[in-house]
C-alpha cells in the first residue's frame, strides 16, 4: 500500500510579527500533516492564531521559521511571484464576509479568476459552477442584489472553479443564520467531496466541525491534543 498523497506538510512553523519588546509570537511551532481528500476542521479560542495558521499555509503571509509544502509547492523556497503562482488554481479560500466583488456580476465574480489562470471557457465552467451550487437563476445578479446565504454560494462556487487541491474555510457560516449555515455547509462538503478537494475549514461550532474527518485544536499558537471542549474552554487536557 502506498501512503496517501500529502497535501499539507507544515514542520515547526512559526509566525512572529514585530521586534524585540514589540515582537508577538502568532504561531509558536505548529507541524501538521492533512492528507488529500481529507476535511479537517480548526478549532480554539479567538486568538489561538487559526486565520493566522490559513494565511500561511495558504502562501498570504510568510512564515517566519519551520517549513511548508503545500499540493508539492515548497512555500520557503519560492518569492512572492512564485507563491501567488503556487496558490493559483491550488488553493481556494472561502471566507465569513463573503469577499465578492461589488461591481461585479455572479457569474463575472467565478469567471474572472479562470479567465486569469487563461481559461479560454471560463464563462461556461462559471455557470456550469453557479448552477452547481444552486444559483443557476442568479447569474447576472450583482452581490447587492443576493441574500448573504447566496453571496457565499457565489464565494464558493469561485473558490472551487478552478479545481484546487485545497480549499480552506474561515467560518465560512459566521455571517449567516443558523438555517443558512447549515445549507451552506451541505454545500461546501458536497463540492469538496464531489471534486476531491482537500478540506481546511476553522470554525466556532463543535457541531459542525465533528463533521470533518478530523478535528485540530489550538491554543496560544500552538496545536493542542485532548478534547475539543477543553481545547476551546482553555482547559489543559
Ligand atoms: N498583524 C498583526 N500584528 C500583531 N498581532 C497580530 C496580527 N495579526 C494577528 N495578530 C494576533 O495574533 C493572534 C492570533 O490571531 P488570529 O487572527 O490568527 O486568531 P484566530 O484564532 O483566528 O481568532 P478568531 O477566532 O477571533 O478569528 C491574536 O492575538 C492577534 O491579535
Ligand atoms: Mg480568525
Given at each position: 500500500m502506498t501512503a496517501p498523497d500529502i497535501v499539507i506538510d507544515a514542520r515547526d512553523v512559526t509566525l512572529?510579527?514585530?521586534?524585540?519588546?514589540?515582537?508577538?509570537?502568532?504561531?509558536?511551532?505548529?507541524?501538521?500533516?492533512?492528507?488529500?481528500?481529507?476535511?479537517?476542521?480548526?478549532?480554539?479560542?479567538?486568538?489561538?492564531?487559526?486565520?493566522?495558521?490559513?494565511?500561511?499555509?495558504?502562501?498570504?503571509?510568510?512564515?517566519?521559521?519551520?517549513?511548508?509544502?503545500?499540493?508539492?509547492?515548497?512555500?520557503?523556497?519560492?518569492?512572492?511571484?512564485?507563491?501567488?503562482?503556487?496558490?493559483?488554481?491550488?488553493?481556494?479560500?472561502?471566507?465569513?464576509?463573503?469577499?465578492?466583488?461589488?461591481?461585479?456580476?455572479?457569474?463575472?465574480?467565478?469567471?474572472?479568476?479562470?479567465?486569469?489562470?487563461?481559461?479560454?471557457?471560463?464563462?461556461?465552467?462559471?455557470?456550469?459552477?453557479?448552477?452547481?451550487?444552486?444559483?443557476?437563476?442568479?447569474?447576472?445578479?450583482?452581490?447587492?442584489?443576493?441574500?448573504?446565504?447566496e453571496q457565499q454560494r457565489v464565494a464558493i462556487a469561485r473558490a472551487i472553479a478552478p479545481r484546487p487541491a485545497l480549499l480552506f474555510a474561515d467560518e465560512p457560516t459566521g455571517n449567516l443564520d443558523a438555517a443558512n449555515g447549515a445549507a451552506i455547509m451541505d454545500l461546501l462538503f458536497a463540492r469538496q467531496q464531489e471534486t476531491g478537494a482537500t478540506l481546511v475549514m476553522i470554525t466556532h461550532d463543535i457541531a459542525l466541525s465533528r463533521r470533518c474527518d478530523r478535528i485540530v485544536t489550538m491554543r496560544d499558537g500552538r496545536i493542542v491534543e485532548g478534547s475539543v471542549e477543553n481545547a476551546l474552554a482553555g482547559i489543559d487536557a
Amino acid at each position: 500500500m502506498t501512503a496517501p498523497d500529502i497535501v499539507i506538510d507544515a514542520r515547526d512553523v512559526t509566525l512572529s510579527l514585530g521586534k524585540d519588546a514589540a515582537q508577538v509570537d502568532i504561531l509558536r511551532g505548529v507541524s501538521l500533516s492533512v492528507a488529500a481528500g481529507e476535511s479537517v476542521a480548526l478549532l480554539g479560542p479567538s486568538g489561538s492564531g487559526k486565520s493566522s495558521l490559513m494565511a500561511v499555509l495558504s502562501g498570504l503571509e510568510r512564515a517566519t521559521g519551520g517549513s511548508i509544502r503545500v499540493a508539492g509547492a515548497d512555500f520557503g523556497a519560492l518569492d512572492e511571484d512564485g507563491l501567488a503562482l503556487a496558490r493559483r488554481g491550488r488553493i481556494g479560500i472561502v471566507l465569513q464576509a463573503f469577499h465578492l466583488l461589488p461591481t461585479m456580476t455572479a457569474i463575472e465574480n467565478v469567471a474572472v479568476p479562470l479567465e486569469l489562470e487563461g481559461a479560454d471557457d471560463a464563462f461556461a465552467r462559471a455557470e456550469a459552477e453557479l448552477v452547481a451550487v444552486g444559483l443557476g437563476h442568479r447569474l447576472t445578479h450583482y452581490p447587492a442584489q443576493l441574500s448573504g446565504g447566496e453571496q457565499q454560494r457565489v464565494a464558493i462556487a469561485r473558490a472551487i472553479a478552478p479545481r484546487p487541491a485545497l480549499l480552506f474555510a474561515d467560518e465560512p457560516t459566521g455571517n449567516l443564520d443558523a438555517a443558512n449555515g447549515a445549507a451552506i455547509m451541505d454545500l461546501l462538503f458536497a463540492r469538496q467531496q464531489e471534486t476531491g478537494a482537500t478540506l481546511v475549514m476553522i470554525t466556532h461550532d463543535i457541531a459542525l466541525s465533528r463533521r470533518c474527518d478530523r478535528i485540530v485544536t489550538m491554543r496560544d499558537g500552538r496545536i493542542v491534543e485532548g478534547s475539543v471542549e477543553n481545547a476551546l474552554a482553555g482547559i489543559d487536557a
